[in-house]
């Protein structure tokens, strides 16, 4: 699908945007978005504190979960959005894949599971109430990141009752889409690109060494776009692929039952928890009948 002219409201003086995201560098592939949205008036929400990773840098979960709070805030200020724009929920990662998987894993815990659900998407609820955005970006839905696809249905649950409020969703790594931070080539909902300018493109770039604990990351993605590089002989580099960025829009109607990728063994690839496959079908999916009652 080509892209559609990005609403002009979004960057309006005044605006008021709201971004949720599900972890600390999830906002690193919209920084030009960011940059361009009224500071005054926008603010930035992240729901877990980060910890999942923690074991591959052998570090507490607690000291790891510190360290992604500080990066973030520190890749916030590059590109010039001050610390008192910034939220942090503090939910464990840890633990809410360790939930999940109790849907599998046990009989009759499905109150443990909803009462956890329930308590996050309170808080996002809040915050969306004393807020009153005009606009919510939060992730996509994808089937990428079992996180990313909850968060979503949570920040669709706490706009239902603001008619007004767009919802736009914003797509992260997903191995089964050729690009990273683009939706698949047969996305059917709207689909908005920007196109940073060449002290936009600087300021993300310089936003992207401020994440220490995620250098594997970081040097995985750099050799990803370094292979398609060679592919596309020379015409897709890491500048290049930064100083675009495309975000989409969300209809309120959309269903979350059945698998984002249309099957749920294409989903959460290589996603486990304690051994166990993440399932969209059996761990998220399940969860809509809790979040979006009145759309079933």
Same mark, same amino acid.
């Given at each position: 699908m080509?892209?559609?002219p990005v609403p002009s409201g979004i960057f309006a003086p005044g605006a008021r945007n709201l971004f949720?995201?599900?972890?600390?560098?999830d906002e690193l592939g919209y920084a030009? $978005?960011?940059?361009? +949205?009224p500071a005054e008036s926008s603010y930035f929400i992240w729901v877990t504190n980060g910890d999942g990773l923690a074991d591959?840098?052998?570090?507490?979960?607690?000291?790891?979960?510190?360290?992604r709070r $500080?990066?973030?805030? +520190?890749?916030?200020?590059?590109?010039?959005?001050?610390?008192?724009?910034?939220?942090?929920l503090g939910n464990s990662e840890l633990l809410i894949y360790r939930t999940l998987i109790r849907q599998v894993t046990q009989t009759n815990a499905d109150h443990e599971v909803h009462a956890l659900v329930k308590a996050i998407a309170a808080q996002i609820a809040t915050e969306v109430r004393a807020f009153r955005p005009d606009n919510v970006f939060t992730m996509a839905w994808q089937g990428?990141?079992?996180e990313h696809d909850l968060i979503h249905m949570m920040v669709q649950a706490a706009v239902r009752p603001f008619e007004n409020c767009k919802i736009y969703e914003l797509p992260e790594f997903d191995p089964l889409t050729v690009l990273p931070l683009r939706f698949k080539p047969k996305h059917k909902d709207p689909i908005h690109e920007i196109r940073l300018t060449p002290t936009e493109l600087e300021a993300k770039i310089a936003m992207a060494e401020s994440y220490p604990t995620q250098d594997r990351i970081m040097n995985g993605f750099k050799v990803l776009l370094g292979g398609l590089g060679r592919a596309t002989l020379g015409k897709l580099n890491f500048e290049r692929f930064l100083a675009v960025e495309h975000f989409g829009a969300v209809p309120r109607d959309r269903s979350?039952?059945?698998s984002p990728h249309g099957f749920d063994a294409l989903d959460y690839i290589g996603e486990k928890c304690d051994g166990v496959p993440m399932s969209y079908t059996k761990m998220?999916?399940?969860l809509e009948r809790i979040l979006l009652p009145d759309s079933l």
């Open positions: 080509r892209p559609s949720v995201f599900a972890h600390q560098d030009g $978005l960011m940059q361009r +949205v591959q840098l052998d570090m507490p979960p607690r000291d790891y979960a510190a360290a $500080l990066e973030t805030i +520190v890749a916030m200020a590059t590109i010039g959005i001050s610390q008192d724009r910034l939220r942090f990428a990141n079992p979350y039952l059945s998220v999916g399940t």
